[in-house]
């Protein structure tokens, strides 16, 4: 889902169409049926407002009816996503409900895509050496 925003669907008050009910849950799931993963764009991005914290946004989308949040570029805002998430859950701010639908819609995507017979199995120092290598490479883009 984009940031963009569609006045004639939205209203007058400019708002990303990723952290709009209106257009993800009103309109993509109720009235055209789309029962698949929705996917944000990367909520660093400056359609969405950067005054906010990661927490209220990352929720904003999630209750607008999207199933996985993106952010790209900044590990603090990465981590207060996250720290947001867990909160939420065990406070009951997002319910459990909630994320079973998307997590079932995940699990139904990744069985669609996956091959058949079982997948490698990286051992965890192999991972951590790939997770370490991952995250060179990211910082030398930077």
Not at 43 to 49: K, N, Q, R, T
């Given at each position: 889902m984009g940031h963009a925003y569609y006045p004639a669907l939205q209203g007058k008050t400019p708002h990303p169409a990723t952290l709009s009910r209106a257009l993800v849950r009103e309109l993509l799931r109720e009235r055209l049926g789309y029962r698949g993963v929705i996917?944000?764009?990367?909520?660093?991005?400056?359609?969405?407002?950067?005054?906010r914290g990661a927490g209220e946004v990352v929720l904003e989308a999630l209750e607008a009816g999207n199933d996985l949040v993106m952010y790209c570029k900044t590990?603090?805002?990465?981590?207060?996503?996250h720290a947001t998430l867990v909160r939420a859950l065990r406070t009951g701010a997002l319910s459990q409900a909630r994320v079973e639908e998307s997590l079932t819609?995940?699990?139904?995507l990744k069985?669609?895509?996956?091959?058949p017979g079982s997948l490698p199995v990286f051992e965890s120092a192999v991972f951590d050496e790939i997770c370490r290598s991952l995250g060179r490479l990211t910082q030398a883009l930077a």
């Open positions: 996917l944000t764009d990367d909520l660093e991005m400056g359609a969405v407002d950067q005054k590990w603090d805002r990465i981590e207060e996503a819609r995940i699990l139904t069985e669609k895509l996956s091959p």
